[in-house]
């Protein structure tokens, strides 16, 4: 069966760009979730998807956005990018939202960089 | 709002040692609760959870007990391996709070050394 599959492993960006993260959970599995990691602000959830509807987000700025398809596969964007948004960009999915015995399974993320 | 607080670390310690990581939480719900690992260059694997007070969560040697009256999770584990040096972290789901999403303590570097 296979993971949770994050595209691209590394990116490099120029500040004011934009980039697009893509997210494929496991199959069957319908909600997928967004974190960031860097080291001085740690895990930071950014939003959750299920049947291609947004159910909660973050505290981060509208530059930051995302969305679902109909295959449950999701899609982040950032806009605008700043030296800040550099971090590891983790994606989660599970069966649907909230901690069942199902829980959530992490990809292993991609890796921004913005110079 | 809801908070994690870990040791941070490193925690270097040498195999076979005995290894307790203590998490303590604020919640304003109903929270579950979670010890998750990373591997370098990985994503995060659950370890194990727990859903209410005084459940025990176990998975690969590894323990930890829900305890609501004091606030903690602690994560035990009676004779560590090398196997075991990665990140541990330790994470809330607030069921009553309507939060979606995991609230994640900073992570604490475990290192084991032979």
């Known amino acids: 069966k296979a993971g949770v599959t994050q595209t691209p492993r590394y990116l490099i960006k120029t500040r004011g760009q934009q980039v697009t993260l893509s997210c494929s959970p496991i199959?069957?599995?319908?909600?997928v979730s967004w974190y960031q990691q860097t080291p001085g602000q740690g895990l930071q959830f950014l939003f959750e998807?299920?049947?291609?509807?947004?159910?909660n987000k973050g505290n981060f700025p509208g530059r930051f956005s995302g969305r679902q398809f109909s295959n449950s596969r999701s899609e982040m964007n950032v806009s605008t990018l700043e030296l800040g948004d550099s971090a590891l960009y983790l994606c989660?999915?599970?069966?649907?939202?909230?901690?069942?015995?199902?829980?959530?399974?992490f990809g292993s993320g991609t890796r921004l960089t913005v110079v | 709002g809801d908070s994690v607080t870990q040791m941070e670390g490193p925690v270097t310690l040498s195999e076979e040692a005995f290894l307790t990581i203590n998490c303590t939480y604020t919640?304003?719900?109903?929270?579950?609760l979670f010890w998750y690992v990373q591997y370098p260059g990985e994503g995060l694997q659950l370890l194990l959870k727990?859903?209410?007070?005084?459940d025990k969560g176990s998975n690969k040697g590894f323990e930890a007990t829900y305890r609501k009256e004091t606030t903690s999770f602690h994560l035990e584990k009676g004779s560590v391996q090398v196997s075991d040096s990665a990140v541990y972290f330790c994470?809330?789901?607030?069921?009553?709070?309507?939060?979606?999403?995991?609230?994640f303590g900073k992570g604490t570097h475990l290192i084991i050394q032979p």
């Open positions: 989660a999915s599970s069966l649907r939202p909230g901690t069942g015995p199902w829980g959530y399974t």
């Open positions: 199959s069957g599995h319908r909600s």
């Open positions: 998807y299920f049947s291609e509807t947004q159910r």
């Open positions: 919640a304003t719900g109903y929270p579950s």
């Open positions: 727990a859903t209410k007070a005084d």
């Open positions: 994470a809330l789901r607030d069921e009553g709070g309507g939060a979606d999403g995991l609230t």
